[in-house]
T-cell receptor, first 114, second 114 residues
Framework: DGGITQSPKYLFRKEGQNVTLSCEQN?????MYWYRQDPGQGLRLIYY???????QKGDIAEGYSVSREKKESFPLTVTSAQKNPTAFYLC?????????????FGDGTRLSIL | AQSVTQLGSHVSVSEGALVLLRCNYS??????LFWYVQYPNQGLQLLLK??????LVKGINGFEAEFKKSETSFHLTKPSAHMSDAAEYFC????????????FGAGTRLTVKP
């Protein structure tokens, strides 16, 4: 079955450490997204990419970085500059960056601070 | 810019009762609207979407939503709640003129009592 795979499911970060969250899709979608979810705040967009080797900042990109070297993969790095990284991170994809295209989501990675 | 307001962060209904989850949107252009459901520690799953073809939209699991332009609303309903409907529900809006800016509401947690 096609879908989006996020790994790991749980991740712990030490102070001053960078960590990378994996997101892989086999839906042949062009567009991919990273969201942060905090209780009571819905989803906030961190980064998005509409094509390989291109990505754009969302609303809360500070302290995060991404790459899009392959169509199927859109990893997110949470850097030490992100002072409050504890959250649930969701990766999504859509056929293209278009208004009427729904986004398909992975099952998320829960990041906590040690 | 568009935005979404979900009225009520928690809704509780009895099994077999009507489910009504409220969503109001703000958009300067004709919007595309979506409802998603999220079960604990999982990603979001698309329930239904409005893309201007019909104002009453039927989705999965017996849910439906009606687009009312005059009220700027897109409320989600289900005639008879089932225990398995207990989850968090998110309304989302995307402006037709801005294809990289999907905005999510803060979510409504639905509890179903036996």
């Amino acid at each position: 079955d096609g879908g989006i795979t996020q790994s790991p499911k749980y991740l712990f970060r030490k102070e001053g450490q960078n960590v990378t969250l994996s997101c892989e899709q086999n839906l042949n979608h062009d567009a991919m997204y990273w969201y942060r979810q905090d209780p009571g705040q819905g989803l906030r967009l961190i980064y998005y990419s509409q094509i390989v080797n291109d990505f754009q900042k969302g609303d809360i990109a500070e302290g995060y970085s991404v790459s899009r070297e392959k169509k199927e993969s859109f990893p997110l790095t949470v850097t030490s500059a992100q002072k409050n990284p504890t959250a649930f991170y969701l990766c999504a994809s859509s056929m293209r960056l278009s208004s009427n295209q729904p986004q398909h989501f992975g099952d998320g990675t829960r990041l906590s601070i040690l | 810019a568009q935005s979404v307001t979900q009225l009520g962060s928690h809704v509780s209904v009895s099994e077999g009762a009507l489910v009504l989850l409220r969503c109001n949107y703000s958009s300067s252009v004709p919007p595309y609207l979506f409802w998603y459901v999220q079960y604990p520690n999982q990603g979001l799953q698309l329930l239904l979407k409005y893309t201007s073809a019909a104002t009453l939209v039927k989705g999965i699991n017996g849910f439906e939503a009606e687009f009312k332009k005059s009220e700027t609303s897109f409320h989600l309903t289900k005639p008879s709640a089932h225990m398995s409907d207990a989850a968090e529900y998110f309304c989302a809006v995307q402006g037709a003129a801005n294809n990289n800016d999907m905005r999510f509401g803060a979510g409504t947690r639905l509890t179903v009592k036996p």
